[in-house]
């Protein structure tokens, strides 16, 4: 049986939240950070051990699966769960976004765009009907509405068309995806910094009506304080009951700060992507691997972290198979990342419950201050 997409917050603390959203494949526990599966597939981790870190749900790249293996194939094949063996939910975004910032020769019209792949040059077009199959296509249980992704900075009338354009795409996505039971549906808010602009975006979107809606146009280059400023009043404009989506965010106090302002659920790159470059995401802030203090020590990365990198390896074997650029240095960072951002989920959802975020976040800002380790 199909399970209704659903929304219980089952606890506040200021404004922030904890629940669990329910999905025909799957409970998502909230406030939730998913992996993102660019190219079906959480780079350089198996889906068995993405779950492992404590994922409830991964995002696909619409832009990315639609020019590669394309989504006609990857629904003959199945689907995105079976093709990429992630039988949990996905969120798929509208590759909006991503047109804008990665593909050639874009050109924007009232229709959609249209634009060359960054891959082999070829042509292809996206509208607001066109997204939303390819996301049906590929199975997505949670599916977002095509839109622009305004651009920052952008003065007020800049900002404002391209909002009311957003609204009109969010009413075509809407009309586009029909009634799938089992399946969401997800408006996204724009207006960028200008907060009479979010207010009347929030109310459009919920007059056409959406299963969850995000907060768009975020995270493009405002800096944290420019972003928190704007979360402290555009998530409480969208529907309480309904799940709150902020994109593309972020690093861990990004996150914190989010989630104390009533942010749900958030994907970023920064844990898989950093996993790669040496880069180490600890209770103690940002560790580089690759710095030469590392080579002769013996000690974990986080003696209490529980993944595979910090219970079976020491800084000195990370930092030398990172040097020697083995493929197992990005696995076990991959992996020690993504173990680090659940578990501050988890950290911030059991917090919430017991009414205790204040003091969570004060703690998770002063170990942060005091730094790494000191070396050996
Ligand atoms: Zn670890």
Same mark, same amino acid.
């Given at each position: 049986?199909t399970?209704?997409f659903?929304?219980?917050?089952?606890?506040?603390?200021?404004?922030?939240?904890?629940?669990?959203?329910?999905?025909?494949?799957?409970?998502?526990?909230?406030?939730?950070?998913?992996?993102?599966?660019?190219?079906?597939?959480?780079?350089?981790?198996?889906?068995?051990?993405?779950?492992?870190?404590?994922?409830?749900?991964?995002?696909? +790249?619409?832009?990315?699966?639609?020019?590669?293996?394309t @989504?006609?194939?990857?629904?003959?094949l199945?689907?995105?769960? $079976?093709?990429?063996?992630?039988?949990?939910?996905?969120?798929? /975004?509208?590759?909006?976004?991503?047109?804008?910032?990665?593909?050639?020769? $874009?050109?924007?019209?009232?229709?959609?765009?249209?634009?060359?792949?960054?891959?082999?040059?070829? %042509?292809?077009?996206?509208?607001?009907?066109?997204?939303?199959?390819?996301?049906?296509?590929?199975?997505?249980?949670? =599916?977002?509405?095509?839109?622009?992704?305004?651009?920052?900075?952008?003065?007020?009338?800049?900002? %404002?068309r391209? &909002?009311?354009?957003?609204?009109?795409?969010? %009413?075509?996505? %809407?009309?586009?995806?029909?009634?799938?039971?089992?399946?969401?549906?997800?408006?996204?808010?724009?207006?960028?910094?200008?907060?009479?602009?979010?207010?009347?975006?929030?109310?459009?979107? !919920?007059?056409?009506?959406?299963?969850?809606y995000?907060?768009?146009?975020?995270?493009?280059?405002?800096?944290?304080?420019?972003?928190?400023? #704007?979360?402290?009043?555009?998530?409480? &404009?969208?529907?309480?009951?309904?799940?709150?989506?902020?994109?593309?965010?972020?690093? *861990?106090?990004?996150?914190?700060?989010?989630?104390?302002?009533?942010? /749900?659920? &958030? /994907?970023?790159?920064? *844990?898989?992507r950093?996993?790669?470059?040496?880069?180490?995401?600890?209770?103690?802030? #940002? =560790?580089?691997? !690759? +710095? @030469? $203090?590392?080579?002769?020590?013996?000690? *974990?990365?986080?003696?209490?972290?529980?993944?595979?990198?910090?219970?079976?390896?020491s800084?000195?074997?990370?930092?030398?198979?990172?040097?020697?650029?083995?493929?197992?240095?990005?696995?076990?960072?991959?992996?020690? +990342?993504?173990?680090?951002?659940?578990?501050?989920?988890?950290?911030? $959802?059991?917090?919430?419950?017991?009414?205790?975020?204040?003091?969570? #976040?004060? /703690?998770?800002?002063?170990?942060?201050?005091?730094?790494?380790?000191?070396?050996?």
């Amino acid at each position: 049986m199909t399970k209704k997409f659903n929304f219980d917050v089952t606890a506040t603390d200021g404004r922030a939240r904890t629940g669990v959203i329910t999905t025909s494949r799957g409970d998502i526990r909230t406030p939730a950070f998913m992996p993102v599966g660019t190219a079906a597939t959480v780079k350089a981790m198996l889906p068995e051990s993405v779950r492992a870190t404590g994922a409830d749900i991964l995002l696909g +790249n619409t832009y990315h699966l639609m020019l590669r293996p394309t @989504a006609e194939r990857i629904a003959r094949l199945g689907g995105l769960h $079976r093709f990429m063996n992630w039988e949990r939910p996905i969120l798929t /975004d509208s590759g909006g976004f991503q047109v804008m910032s990665l593909a050639g020769l $874009r050109k924007l019209t009232e229709e959609g765009v249209t634009f060359k792949s960054h891959i082999d040059g070829s %042509r292809h077009a996206l509208t607001p009907e066109r997204s939303v199959e390819i996301q049906a296509l590929l199975g997505s249980d949670i =599916v977002m509405a095509f839109d622009e992704c305004t651009p920052y900075p952008a003065d007020e009338a800049t900002a %404002r068309r391209s &909002m009311e354009l957003s609204m009109r795409w969010a %009413r075509r996505s %809407r009309d586009a995806f029909g009634d799938r039971p089992g399946h969401a549906l997800f408006g996204i808010q724009q207006g960028s910094i200008y907060r009479d602009q979010r207010a009347e975006s929030a109310e459009k979107l !919920r007059e056409i009506g959406f299963d969850g809606y995000a907060v768009g146009g975020l995270a493009v280059g405002e800096g944290q304080e420019m972003m928190f400023s #704007v979360l402290d009043y555009a998530p409480e &404009m969208l529907p309480a009951d309904k799940p709150r989506y902020l994109m593309g965010v972020g690093k *861990p106090d990004d996150i914190v700060g989010a989630v104390e302002r009533g942010i /749900d659920m &958030m /994907d970023c790159v920064l *844990p898989s992507r950093s996993g790669r470059t040496g880069q180490a995401f600890t209770r103690f802030g #940002v =560790v580089n691997i !690759r +710095n @030469a $203090r590392h080579q002769d020590d013996p000690r *974990p990365l986080d003696e209490q972290c529980t993944c595979p990198a910090c219970r079976n390896y020491s800084r000195a074997y990370l930092h030398h198979v990172n040097r020697a650029q083995e493929i197992i240095a990005s696995m076990l960072l991959t992996w020690h +990342n993504l173990h680090y951002f659940q578990e501050l989920m988890q950290g911030l $959802r059991d917090a919430i419950a017991e009414g205790r975020l204040a003091g969570f #976040v004060a /703690d998770f800002h002063a170990l942060r201050a005091g730094g790494d380790i000191d070396p050996l």
